[in-house]
Structure formats: structure tokens, C-alpha cells
């Protein structure tokens, strides 16, 4: 397969020379074309030894083949990664004062953007649409990851892993599922509902019980169905994340708070979906201390205080159980689970599924720095009735999100 890499002026430029080893390897034939700024990170000798083949940034290098033309037409893919603000900007608009803007104005195969860039750029207006053009016109624009950028910052808009890039590509060649892109308007007109974060239960003003969920795969299901045109309304708890574009959000703190809205925006009879990606706490302390719990501090005394603990609802089987026989909105529940000496981490999800009543239950494997706070993720999809398993991962929080929204939205219809 003839590939054409694009390669535009960002910090991450040095990670698509990963992107073409595994593209060389993999037996491709790769041009690569970068931008004149893509330079000033990693120079030309660069490119041309990893891939064996001349490199410009030029229209006016072999001009006898017109090459500006030529790239594009005999190319069965076009990627671009990392793909800039400015570099989205130009191809949406038509721009085509280099060898990359070219090649992208004259290519007719699959062209496939992978971005990269700052949150607050990732999430201006301006980026928004013209991401949000550019794959009206059918470009495949994969979203960035979450994770530390250049400097101190950290959000979303790090390029995703290579290998991630890479099947993407490759999927857009096959016209098969895309890892971590929108594959089009199919929740269209539809409201959906996601919870994400962890829940925390007060025990005096300062402490809390809590745990690990930093919301990043809910915020990522939550962007994906954005992108496929549903109306979103993301109810967060305790998460430090950017909105996703698109999205409206309600931000709660325990799991009482959580139902209150959960029901809330539920029973208002619109919904057609609700995503439970929160690790919602199964228990909370049964009293409230107003102020600062003290410890003594005698000699000698290593007494604590004593924590009794009740039960807090179980939201998604009262969503589930509240809907009826009319099976609307569609649940979708999801299962954090450890494994141990009375079974594994699905032995335990098919037992949840069964008592949760849902439509669909996406079950991970958590601890030992598995899932949580990380920017990939594993996870098996589950369906009552039938003991099929459907394994995503090891893959990004989008990829797994676009798989999760792959096997939903057939079911809406």
C-alpha cells in the first residue's frame, strides 16, 4: 500500500517517526511529506533514512512529475500526525500553499488526521469546527488523548500511541470500525446520559470515603457520543477534566447527589440512553461529623474512632427497575472488578449483569494500576441472554468508547 505521512510543526512530530516504523515494517511504501515547520523538530535526513524515500516540503522539488499532484493521486492513504491546530485549520479551508496542503487537496483515498495540541486549542471554537468539517467532507480525524502536554499542562489533546494511529489508518483503508473516530451521525437527534468520576461520602468537613475513578473513560464515551450527534448531558462526579465539546454538564459530589440527578434527568421521559460509568461508593458513613474529628492525643492512647458504615442505593438496577416493560432508555452499566477467590473479573461481571437487569455491561480489571487514572483501558462487553464476550483493549479510552457506541447504537434502531 502506498502511504503518504504527513508530519505538521508540533512537539509530538518525533512520535510519528514511530508511526512510520510501523508502517515501513508492516511492508507499506511511505512518502513522507512534512510541513517546514515539522522540521524544526525532526530534519529531513530523518524521514529519508527510516523510510528510503526522498524528502520536501516543497511544490517546487521534482516539478517534472508534479509531484504536488501525483502524491496525492497514487496514495491509498493519507495520515497526518500529528495534525496541528493550524495544519486542521488549512485543510479545512482549502489552504494549499505546500506540499502537505496539496497532496491533501488532490488525494482520493482515505485521509486520516490524527491531532495534536494544547487543551485550550483542542477545545476552542475555532478547532471544533473545523474538526467538525473536515469529517462532514469524510476525513477520519482521530481524537487526541488525555495525558500530559509539553510543559506542566495536562488534558486532553496528546497524540494517541502509535499503534493506536496506525489501526485507525488502516481501519479507514478496510472501511472497518475506527479506533477512537466518529464514524458518522448515527445518534443523531438522540439524548443521552453519562455518568463519570467517582462518588465521595462525607465524613467530616475535611475526609471523605472515595475511591480512584478519575472519569476519564466516561468523559471519553461521553465526547464520542457527541460526536455522533447526540445531545449529551454528562453528569460528573468529582472530576477534574475539560467539558468535551458538545456536552452540557452536571456536577455532583455522593452517591445521593448522583441519583438525584440521575432520576431527575430520567424520568423527564426523553432519554434513550444512560451510560453508569461511575464508580459510584457502595457504602457511606451513617453520621456526619460537622466539624474536624479530633484525634486524643494522651500518652499512650492509640485510640480511633469508629465508622459505621449503611448501604447507598444501587442506581443502576433502580434505573433499570424504574423503566418497566418499556425497556427505554437503553442501560448501560459498567462493572470494576478485582477478581478473587470465588472467580474472576467476568465470573463476577456475568453475576452483575444478571442482578443489574441491564442491556449491556462493560466490565474491567482494576487495581495494581490497571484502569484507573490511565489513558488506556481493557474491557469485556456483555449481553444477557447469550454468553458471547466481546474484548476491546489494549486500547485508548476513545477506542473503547467508539466500540462501546459500535455496539449501541444498532440497537436504538
Known amino acids: 500500500m502506498r502511504v503518504v505521512l504527513g508530519v505538521s510543526g508540533g512537539i509530538a512530530a518525533y512520535k510519528a517517526a514511530l508511526v512510520l516504523r510501523l508502517l515501513t515494517e508492516a511492508g507499506h511504501q511511505v512518502d513522507v511529506v512534512p510541513t517546514a515547520a515539522a522540521l524544526r523538530f525532526v530534519g529531513a535526513p530523518t524521514w529519508e533514512a527510516l523510510s528510503g524515500r526522498p524528502v520536501t516540503t516543497e511544490v517546487w522539488d521534482q516539478v517534472p512529475s508534479v509531484n504536488?499532484?501525483?502524491?496525492?493521486?497514487?496514495a491509498d492513504l493519507v495520515l497526518v500526525a500529528p495534525a496541528t491546530a493550524d495544519l486542521l485549520a488549512r485543510a479545512a479551508h482549502g489552504l494549499a500553499d505546500d506540499l502537505l496542503t496539496t497532496t491533501l487537496l488532490t488525494a482520493a483515498c482515505p485521509v486520516v488526521m490524527a491531532p495534536a495540541m494544547h487543551t485550550e486549542m483542542w477545545l476552542h471554537p475555532a478547532t471544533v469546527a473545523n474538526v467538525a468539517l473536515l469529517r462532514e467532507r469524510g476525513v477520519v480525524v482521530v481524537d487526541p488523548a488525555s495525558g500530559r502536554l509539553t510543559g506542566k499542562d495536562s488534558g486532553p489533546g496528546r497524540l494517541p500511541e502509535p499503534e493506536d494511529i496506525?489501526?485507525?489508518?488502516?481501519?479507514?483503508?478496510?472501511?472497518?470500525?475506527?479506533?477512537?473516530?466518529?464514524?458518522?451521525?448515527?445518534?443523531?437527534?438522540?439524548?443521552v446520559v453519562v455518568s463519570a468520576g467517582g462518588t465521595r461520602e462525607a465524613l467530616d468537613p475535611v475526609r471523605f470515603l472515595g475511591n480512584r475513578s478519575s472519569g476519564k473513560q466516561g468523559y471519553a464515551v461521553a465526547a464520542e457520543a457527541a460526536l455522533r450527534g447526540a445531545h449529551v448531558t454528562l453528569v460528573a462526579a468529582n472530576v477534574d477534566l475539560a467539558t468535551p465539546p458538545g456536552c452540557e454538564v452536571v456536577r455532583v459530589e455522593s452517591a445521593l447527589e448522583l441519583q438525584e440527578q440521575l432520576t431527575?434527568?430520567?424520568?423527564?421521559?426523553?432519554?434513550?440512553?444512560?451510560?453508569?460509568?461511575?464508580?459510584?461508593?457502595?457504602?457511606?458513613?451513617?453520621?456526619?461529623?460537622?466539624?474536624?474529628?479530633?484525634?486524643?492525643?494522651?500518652?499512650?492512647?492509640?485510640?480511633?474512632?469508629?465508622?459505621e458504615l449503611v448501604r447507598n442505593p444501587d442506581i443502576l438496577a433502580g434505573l433499570v427497575a424504574a423503566r418497566g416493560e418499556s425497556r427505554?432508555?437503553?442501560?448501560?452499566?459498567?462493572?470494576?472488578?478485582?477478581?478473587?477467590?470465588?472467580?474472576?473479573?467476568?465470573?463476577?461481571?456475568?453475576?452483575?449483569?444478571e442482578r443489574k437487569g441491564c442491556d449491556l455491561l462493560v466490565a474491567n480489571e482494576v487495581g495494581g494500576g490497571k484502569a484507573f487514572g490511565q489513558d488506556d483501558n481493557t474491557v469485556h462487553l456483555l449481553r444477557?441472554?447469550?454468553?458471547?464476550?466481546?474484548?476491546?483493549?489494549?486500547?485508548?479510552?476513545?477506542?473503547?468508547?467508539?466500540?462501546?457506541?459500535?455496539?449501541?447504537a444498532p440497537e436504538l434502531r
Open 264 to 307: 431527575g434527568l430520567v424520568s423527564a421521559g426523553d432519554v434513550d440512553v444512560v451510560v453508569m460509568a461511575a464508580a459510584v461508593a457502595d457504602f457511606r458513613p451513617r453520621h456526619y461529623v460537622g466539624t474536624k474529628i479530633k484525634k486524643s492525643h494522651g500518652d499512650g492512647d492509640e485510640s480511633a474512632p469508629t465508622v
Open 166 to 191: 496506525v489501526a485507525a489508518a488502516l481501519a479507514a483503508v478496510e472501511g472497518g470500525p475506527r479506533a477512537g473516530t466518529s464514524p458518522g451521525d448515527d445518534l443523531a437527534g438522540r439524548r
Open 328 to 353: 427505554t432508555p437503553y442501560v448501560v452499566g459498567f462493572a470494576a472488578e478485582t477478581g478473587d477467590e470465588s472467580g474472576d473479573v467476568l465470573h463476577h461481571a456475568r453475576a452483575k449483569l
Open 384 to 408: 444477557p441472554g447469550t454468553q458471547e464476550v466481546v474484548t476491546v483493549g489494549p486500547a485508548t479510552k476513545a477506542a473503547v468508547a467508539t466500540a462501546i457506541w459500535d455496539t449501541v
Open 68 to 74: 504536488h499532484v501525483r502524491l496525492g493521486h497514487e
